[in-house]
């Protein structure tokens, strides 16, 4: 393709549908780092769609899909990659803003694919693809991609709707945060309709915690902090003092987040000498400026960044930050 093709609106214009028309061709759906359940829902939603349509479809990106996320149809085809293989007609990216996230794989699905396709609701993305459809307005990615295969007549299979569903239902945090929206209940009705189960991916997602976790949970949560005027609350976490699976499996910014007078609730994750940080907001502060101020970047009510540790001075930096934004917000 020559010139990019930018789409910004919620329905998926003819250029967006355009990569998947034709009668198939061999497509790989490309994840990021870590990939949560928007990007892995939402690749493995499009892929088993286009597989109904004759296509080949590969699944895979930098890491593998985490254990959390076992329960997803289609999952167990999603591998961790070297290589793209090729040569390829599209190559697909759901909720990637920055292509540095797949770690130089988008350098060999330039080499190799006929198509780039960027689909992500952020706005700080960097338009890479060939074909960009970046809506804003969506409260997850999963919400595009259900517009996506609506518009290309794809029947939802129970399959489909639940990576749909569950894409949906993390990135809203349970259709609790503020970017939820009627078109997001829209969606997940029709998705339940086609076979989703709320209750089995509520369960999924929360119920399946280790015997151990709870006590660990409870030694990380002596260390939430709230400040003295109550508008922070914040959450340091040394290396070492809870396992990695306990962290990786709690979403613990939801603690601090939790606190009724809280404006941005921040986690701060020691890590090999650096420091993962993400900040979550209500509504009246956009973390994504505080984030950008790092590096990071994300959405206006949950945005993450790196900082070099230690980790008291990482601390100090960020909360100094958030300060600055809390104090600046009209409503507080
Ligand atoms: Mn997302």
């Known amino acids: 393709m020559s010139a990019p093709i930018e789409h910004t609106s919620p329905v998926p214009s003819p250029a967006v549908l355009e990569p998947f028309g034709g009668g198939g061709g061999r497509a790989v759906m490309l994840g990021h780092v870590h990939p949560d359940a928007d990007v892995l829902g939402t690749l493995l939603a499009l892929g088993l769609a286009l597989e109904g349509r004759g296509w080949n479809v590969a699944y895979g990106g930098p890491h593998p899909a985490p254990d959390l996320l076992a329960f997803l149809p289609g999952v167990d085809?999603?591998?961790?990659?070297?290589?793209?293989?090729?040569?390829?007609?599209?190559?697909?990216?759901?909720?990637?803003?920055?292509?540095?996230?797949?770690?130089?794989?988008?350098?060999?699905?330039?080499?190799?694919?006929?198509?780039?396709?960027?689909?992500?609701?952020?706005?700080?993305?960097?338009?890479?693809?060939?074909?960009?459809?970046?809506?804003?307005?969506?409260?997850?990615?999963?919400?595009?991609?259900?517009?996506?295969?609506?518009?290309?007549?794809?029947?939802?299979?129970?399959?489909?709707?639940?990576?749909?569903?569950t894409a949906i239902h993390t990135d809203t945090g349970s259709f609790r945060y503020s970017n939820v929206t009627s078109r997001t209940f829209t969606i997940a009705a029709a998705l339940v309709g086609a076979g989703a189960r709320p209750e089995v991916v509520s369960e999924s997602l929360y119920e399946r915690r280790a015997p151990d976790a709870l006590r660990w949970l409870g030694e990380a949560l002596t260390r939430v902090e709230v400040s003295e005027d109550g508008r922070l609350g914040w959450l340091a976490l040394p290396a070492g003092v809870v396992p990695e699976r306990i962290v990786e499996s709690e979403e613990l910014v939801n603690y601090p987040r939790s606190v009724a007078s809280v404006r941005v609730a921040c986690l701060l994750r020691e890590r090999d000498g650096t420091v993962k940080v993400s900040l979550r907001g209500k509504g009246d502060v956009d973390v994504q400026k505080i984030a950008a101020q790092f590096g990071g970047g994300g959405h206006v009510n949950a945005a993450g960044c790196t900082v070099p540790g230690p980790l008291p001075e990482a601390t100090r930096q960020v909360l100094a930050a958030v300060r600055r934004a809390v104090d600046r917000s009209p409503s507080s």
């Open 77 to 165: 085809r999603y591998r961790r990659l070297d290589t793209l293989g090729g040569p390829l007609d599209v190559v697909v990216l759901t909720d990637c803003p920055n292509p540095l996230r797949t770690e130089g794989l988008i350098d060999q699905a330039r080499r190799t694919a006929k198509v780039i396709v960027n689909i992500d609701h952020h706005p700080d993305n960097r338009r890479y693809g060939d074909v960009n459809w970046i809506d804003t307005s969506a409260a997850a990615t999963g919400e595009m991609v259900y517009e996506l295969l609506r518009a290309l007549g794809v029947p939802l299979t129970p399959a489909i709707a639940t990576n749909l569903f």
